[in-house]
């Protein structure tokens, strides 16, 4: 278990209000990452980050930003929440290049 | 495309039997491969590393690595009740730089019948 929060765990928000969640990792892991799932479509990795003010996109990261300010949080923005962004957001992070990536437990995201 | 398959499932087995899941993946220089475990509703949790060719051992759980075939499998022995989740298999491709990057499968389901 690798210290790993998010917040908040639940959220229901209207189309075009900004959304943003974060992620908190006490291991002083140099990566962390943002995934949704969804059914059907497995893990899907939005955004990452390997440093400090370094970040790089995902496969999905059109309409979410990501910012990282600090070693220990990772905030994902979604600009203008839509419908289609509902889903299960993850964090997650790990030490070094190659190694093992340990998950946070999720934030549900709902879009009405 | 740099992908990772693997069999939507659902793969039913009965309870004290051997579990056999699979992966292939595309990518001919991956490195490190990972086996998670994710109940309904609940995160992944990783619960299986191998980085070489050959089996990897961890209580009942067995990792087989096959570079040359580009495969990797994940054994459940004495499978249980409480095993049946979805496993997903995950690979870090070689992306180069300061690239690192999990690609997951979409996830086996397993069903383990008392």
């Known amino acids: 278990d690798a210290g790993i929060t998010q917040s908040p765990r639940h959220k229901v928000t209207e189309t075009g209000t900004p959304v943003t969640l974060r992620c908190h990792q006490t291991e002083n892991h140099r990566y962390m990452y943002w995934y949704r799932q969804d059914p059907g479509h497995g893990l899907r990795l939005i955004h990452y980050?390997?440093?400090?003010?370094?970040?790089d996109k995902g496969e999905v990261s059109d309409g979410y930003s990501v910012s990282r300010s600090k070693t220990e949080d990772f905030l994902l923005t979604l600009e203008s929440a839509t419908s289609s962004q509902t889903s299960v957001y993850f964090c997650a992070s790990l030490l070094e290049r190659g190694g093992e990536q340990y998950f946070g437990p999720g934030t549900r995201l709902t879009v009405t | 495309q740099k992908e990772v398959e693997q069999n939507s499932g659902p793969l039913s087995v009965p309870e004290g039997a051997i579990a056999s899941l699979n992966c292939t993946y595309s990518d001919r220089g991956s490195q490190s491969f990972f086996w998670y475990r994710q109940y309904s509703g609940k995160s992944p949790e990783l619960i299986m590393s191998?980085?070489?060719?050959g089996d990897k051992e961890d209580g009942r759980f067995t990792a087989q690595l096959n570079k040359a075939s580009q495969y990797v499998s994940l054994l459940i022995r004495d499978s249980q009740p409480s095993d049946s989740a979805t496993y997903l298999c995950?690979?870090?491709?070689?992306?180069?730089?300061?690239?690192?990057?999990?690609?997951f499968g979409t996830g086996t389901l397993l069903a383990v019948q008392p």
């Open positions: 191998i980085y070489s060719n």
């Open positions: 995950a690979v870090n491709m070689n992306y180069g730089g300061a690239t690192n990057k999990l690609i």
């Open positions: 980050s390997y440093g400090v003010k370094d970040t």
